[in-house]
């Protein structure tokens, strides 16, 4: 319930609904509020999803790299040049 609650008082969602939504609302076909209405619950419908196949294929991936040593010295070495890729980054600029 918090996610919805977070997710319907964005700012950003309510920009993306009043922005975006409006420009497919045709007056000929009938009642604006219930194209509107419509409109909207298309975006969590083709959003839930995508979110669920995300959210699964991250606890396995997770699941996975959290019993492989090879992983996590990869993922170590990796952050640590990222690091030190942004710092030289800093330096040289």
């Known amino acids: 319930m918090q996610g919805i609650w977070v997710e319907l008082l964005n700012p950003k969602t309510i920009l993306f609904f009043a922005s975006f939504i409006p420009q497919f609302v045709d007056l000929s076909l ?4 219930t194209q509107m209405l419509i409109l909207g619950m298309l ?3 083709t959003a839930i999803p ?6 699964l294929s991250g606890g396995v991936m997770v699941n996975t790299l ?5 992983a996590h010295r990869t993922l170590d070495f990796l952050a640590a040049a990222v690091l030190i890729g942004i710092g ?5 600029t």
Do not use: E, K, Y
């Open 88 to 92: 030289a980054h800093l330096v040289l």
């Open 50 to 55: 995508s979110d669920l196949i995300v959210s």
């Open 30 to 33: 009938g009642n604006v509020t």
């Open 43 to 45: 975006v969590p419908l």
């Open 66 to 70: 959290r019993r492989s040593t090879v």
